[in-house]
């Protein structure tokens, strides 16, 4: 599986980007989809996941930092996972990568369990 991340940019704190992150194969959708950030200290961490189509549990996981503002969501039949990103913060800016993992999505925030990782994309706020 290879993944191609697009969408980041410049911002003033209060708008909205939208980060997109195309995935090639057949087996998209049996995926725990996430997107990590990486800030300018080099600690990366996950933002928000999106568990695959068989998941019965909870849909979404967020970092509280991006709760209520951030949206995740996957076009399966496009084989890609969005990140909508709204109010944004300058403590929003660092490179955004988008992962893919086939552990069990109890495991979302363990960067470890992610297998494929997109080649990251800069999203720089300004206030």
């Known amino acids: 599986v290879q993944l191609q991340a697009s969408g980041g940019g410049s911002a003033q704190a209060g708008a909205s980007l939208r980060l997109s992150c195309e995935a090639s194969g057949r087996t998209f959708s049996r995926y725990v989809m996430a997107w990590f950030r990486q800030d300018t200290g080099n600690v990366r961490t996950v933002v928000a996941a999106v568990p695959p189509t068989s998941w019965n549990g909870a849909s979404t996981y967020y970092a509280d930092s991006v709760k209520d503002r951030f949206t995740v969501s996957r076009d399966n039949a496009k084989n890609t996972v969005f990140l909508q990103m709204n109010n944004l913060k300058p403590d929003d800016s660092a490179v955004y990568y988008c992962?893919?993992?086939?552990?069990?999505?109890?495991?979302?925030?363990?960067?470890?369990?992610?297998?494929?990782w997109g080649q990251g994309t800069q999203v720089t706020v300004s206030s």
């Open positions: 992962a893919a993992s086939d552990a069990h999505f109890s495991d979302y925030w363990n960067e470890a369990m992610y297998i494929y």
